[in-house]
């Protein structure tokens, strides 16, 4: 790769040759120490404001007589390259990528782990003082993972995505290690080095074919079939058709997917739980709410709460709710005026109204965010309620829109008394917890729009393939066939949206950026499956207009998808200042 341009590296992705990048803060500095002893490299340098630095070359721990494992029929193929990066106090880190499909360095030549079903991870332990990384990505021509460790300490238990590196690359250019990873200790610098063919990972991964066939079969003969009874019942479903799809539930594997296994989930990565909520979005009526699940803030809570709540919600025992929203505190959450209040016995009493707490009829548990007063300051924090706690009234229930089971009802909660032994994760980090469940929430409905929107086409080109009008099918007219390529057209992008954020999540990435490619995934997916379930609607004509055809039934329910977990709007003003604060590549590439 010496001389050649980084855009021409770029170029020969597709022919095997990678090229890594690392976007680095503080000023770029070459100092004399930097080789080593050795002959520096070439410097490609990008336009300073970009702060990338590329450099090529090689490096001595990975050796070219490394015996390679033959297992697979790229074994053996070779792509390099060197990319540093520097501050003003030196070297901030040196990546060395020599990658071989299926590595294997012998014992105390780097330090493999990894086993023959997945890529291995190689450890390097010169890098040094890294600490102010604020992305990095790489795209190679192997399956291999490799992984640096930055201060030559123990990878744990700063990177919990280690475990999740070479499953989950879906899509290429997209691995990223930011400052609060590393956080000012021993850390791990990860690059991801993906196949030419890694956007089509899923479609060869058994692992994926066969999570999507088991989940794709559980919504076509369990869920599906329930819908329209569910419709013209109001939503609810009698309590034992409610139990056979818990059951089923259980016999599928499709509950608590992303919940640890010790807690009775799967421990589904972020990609795995994207393409799960991806196939549940294929039903309406929300009938894939009677599967046994918890929300994510429940990981955070004490292994006390975890006992009580979490894992009878997993098995199916009791459902948890979640009350955030306000009367005057919707897209703007500062608004909040429910509040906790310490005692000296360690008990706090809790004061407020929620509005829009979906489960909250129905609910063991109300998982609310407060404000608790200590010495004079308002500290965002999230309490696990006991539905059945004394002052606790629901004082609104009205339909929606939708026909779901369960409805949002407004909660009043006046003198409610809760404990310390109630508060999940600590005093103050509510914001920080609900952040993440806001991520999860928004990348969930952009996989339940793309499964929306896949359902949708399919039996809309069904129909309009099979309706003959005016001697032609309808199809044949552009007026239908149109509506229908700009449909797929935005599922398949919107598909490829959600797959990066998870895909970034699963790789560790800075979580703000995560949490703002969420939101446009969420923008982005949540409007096209509304533009969609329009088209579709149009093209069945009045058919489409009857309760009975999930045209109509998705037309209606997909709507609060461009409200709930923040608004479009809200969605955009997330994304317009992600691109000030995270940067116009890191959000667009």
Known sequence: MNGQSVHEARQAHGRGVGVGRIKVTGGLTLTDDLSKGRSPPSIQRLPRRSGIVVMQGSHPQFKPEAPVADRRPHAGREIGHVAQAFNGSGLLAQISIKVLVELVLKEGEGGVEGSSEGPEVIEDQSLRGASSISDVGDTCASEASVTHDVNGGAQDPVSPFLRCLGRQCILCQRTSLTDTSLNGRSGSLALIAHSPSTRSAMATDPRYLELQARVAAFVDDVLIPLEVTAELAGGSLPADTQAHVRTKAFDYGVNGGPHSVEHGGHGWSTTEWFLVEEQLGRTTNGVSWYIPNAYNVWKHASPALQERWLIPALRGDLHDAYAVTEAEAGSDPSGMTTTARPLDDGRWVLNGEKWFVTFGSVASVIVVMAYALVDGERLPTLFAVPADTPGIETVADVPFTHTYPHGHPTLLFTDVIVSDADIIGAVGEGEDLQRMWFTEERLGIAARSVGAMQR??????????????????????????????????????????????????????????????????????????????????????????????????????????????????IQRLIVARSLERRGVQAMLT
Request: aromatic fraction near 8%; glycine fraction near 10%.
């Open 456 to 569: 949708l086409i399919e039996e809309t080109m069904d129909w309009a393939t099979g309706r003959v009008q005016g001697g032609a099918r309808l199809i044949d007219h552009q007026g239908v066939s149109f509506p229908l390529a700009d449909s797929a057209a935005d599922a398949a992008a919107g598909r490829l949206l959600g797959l990066e954020v998870a895909s970034m999540a699963d790789a560790g990435a800075d979580p703000k950026l995560v949490h703002g490619k969420a939101s446009m995934a969420k923008l982005f997916c949540s409007e096209a499956a509304n533009r969609c379930a329009d088209r579709a609607l149009q093209i069945w004509g009045g058919r489409g207009y009857m309760r009975t055809t999930a045209a109509e039934r998705f037309w209606r329910e997909l709507r609060v998808d461009r409200i709930w977990e923040g608004t479009s709007e």
